[in-house]
């Protein structure tokens, strides 16, 4: 449904959860009691704001460069070890408990997750017989090409009529290039599968497993933060400052960088661009598609957070972030009865897997 960037989606659903955070906290607490808790203990405000800096600005930025860096496979394997960096930070900064118990659940859980998530690899035909059947297919074509152009290339004496009859003749079919008769065919298998993006460089894969492992920790302080000072007030307000502190930073960082650019330019001695860039403007879309949008960030941004947030400080930090992590367990079937997508045996093992985990670990002491 969203056609603009996504830089755009972030503001929109920052400041339309934010202007409804705020809304429910002046009903429910009055302006004057949210200013006085708010002002009584500036570390609380000041710790939010950074967790917000943390996790939502920088954590998720990390993520996305991760993901592209890496791909969601290896992405959500290095996002299965968060609820263990969790509850590491939780038993030094929060002084929480961590019980064999938890740890063996939890390992159900995440192990359940990965196998709901990632895909099983497509089975490969066996090499031998490809080859084989190429071979074979490659030789009939040349018996067939020799019979219908043999009498008229020898009798004409010249080329043939285009290279793909070139081609042909030299028994060698390729849409792409055309491999002169005589010299080796080199094998573009590997150059197709490393600028396809499905083995990166080694560079990218350190870059995209730094960033991963920043996300990580990043992510899991910003949460450490969050229960560790937030305490003294409620989901709606913890989430107000926290996604209202995220939307002001994003929206100043669009002058910022319209300045940056221009500062740039000058120094280059080059024409600076005028204007909002292309990835800063919102998208025009039909009513029904702001329609569609504004439901879901009423679900996602505001609905989902609010009871997110609520859990936590309900739950240790170890187990709260292993719950948190059955979405793709979620997806399955919301993806059957929606959208009548079919489920694998595989999926629907990990699913009941991680569900059977997770509900032994919701029991687990805090």
Request: hydrophobic share 50%; aromatic share 6%; proline share 5%.
């Amino acid at each position: 449904t969203w056609t603009g960037s996504g830089y755009t989606l972030n503001v929109v659903k920052g400041a339309l959860a934010s202007s409804w955070l705020l809304a429910v906290a002046l009903v429910t607490i009055g302006p004057n009691d949210l200013l006085a808790r708010w002002i009584a203990d500036p570390t609380v405000l000041y710790s939010l704001m950074l967790s917000a800096l943390l996790g939502i600005v920088i954590g998720d930025t990390c993520w996305l460069e991760a993901m592209q860096a890496l791909g969601a496979r290896r992405l959500i394997l290095i996002s299965a070890l968060k609820p263990f960096v969790a509850a590491g930070f939780g038993k030094i900064i929060l002084g929480e408990n961590f019980t064999i118990r938890a740890a063996l659940c939890l390992l159900v859980t995440m192990a359940g997750v990965l196998i709901a998530a990632i895909p099983a690899p497509r089975k490969e035909p066996d090499t031998a017989s490809a080859v084989a059947a190429e071979d074979e297919l490659e030789e009939v074509e040349l018996l067939g090409v020799a019979e219908n152009t043999s009498d008229e290339v020898a009798g004409a004496g010249g080329a043939p009529d285009s290279a793909a009859d070139s081609a042909e003749v030299c028994g060698v079919r390729n849409d792409d290039q055309v491999q002169p008769a005589g010299v080796p065919e080199k094998s573009t298998a590997g150059t197709a599968e490393k600028s396809s993006g499905l083995f990166p460089g080694r560079r990218l894969v350190l870059r995209g497993l730094l960033l991963a492992g920043c996300e990580l920790v990043i992510d899991t302080y910003a949460a450490v933060l969050t229960k560790q000072h937030g305490h003294t007030l409620t989901a709606v307000e913890i989430n107000f400052i926290r996604f209202g502190t995220a939307t002001v930073l994003l929206l100043l960082m669009l002058p910022c960088t319209i300045l940056w650019q221009q500062l740039r330019a000058r120094l280059l001695g080059k024409t600076a661009a005028v204007g909002v860039p292309e990835w800063a403007r919102l998208p025009q879309l039909t009513l029904r598609s702001w329609g569609v949008i504004v439901l879901g960030v009423f679900l996602v941004t505001f609905i989902a957070p609010s009871l997110s947030t609520w859990a936590m400080f309900q739950l240790s930090l170890a187990v709260w972030n292993g719950l948190s992590a059955l979405g793709p367990v979620w997806a399955v079937p919301f993806a059957y009865l929606l959208r009548g997508e079919h489920v694998t045996m595989r999926t629907a093992c990990g699913a009941i897997l991680a569900a059977v985990g997770a509900g032994i670990l919701g029991t687990s002491p805090r």
